[in-house]
C-alpha cells in the first residue's frame, strides 16, 4: 500500500518573522551577510559613489538575501516548528 501525503499549512509569519532563535540560524545569518556584503561591495568601492552610500548600497541587498535564505532554509529542514 502507498502511503498518502500528509498536508500541513506552513505559518508564513511565523516563518518570516521569527527571528534566529538557535545558534545555528544566528552563525548562518552572519556568515551569509559577511559574504554576500564583500560580494556586493567589491566592484562599488572602485566606483565615485560616497563611501556611506556604497555601504548602504550592498547592506541591503545582503540583509535581504541573507534573510531569505534563512527562511528556505527554516521551511526546508525546520518545517514541523512552522505549522499551524
Do not use: Q, Y
Amino acid at each position: 500500500m502507498k502511503k498518502e501525503a500528509a498536508r500541513v499549512e506552513i505559518d508564513l509569519k511565523k516563518i518570516f518573522l521569527t527571528p534566529p532563535n538557535n545558534p545555528r540560524e544566528k552563525i548562518t545569518l552572519l556568515v551569509m551577510m559577511v559574504v554576500l556584503f564583500i560580494m556586493f561591495f567589491g566592484p562599488i568601492c572602485f566606483s565615485d559613489i560616497h563611501p556611506v552610500k556604497a555601504v548602504v548600497l550592498s547592506c541591503l541587498p545582503a540583509l535581504s538575501v541573507s534573510w531569505g535564505w534563512i527562511v528556505l532554509l527554516r521551511s526546508l529542514f525546520r518545517k514541523s516548528e512552522f505549522c499551524r
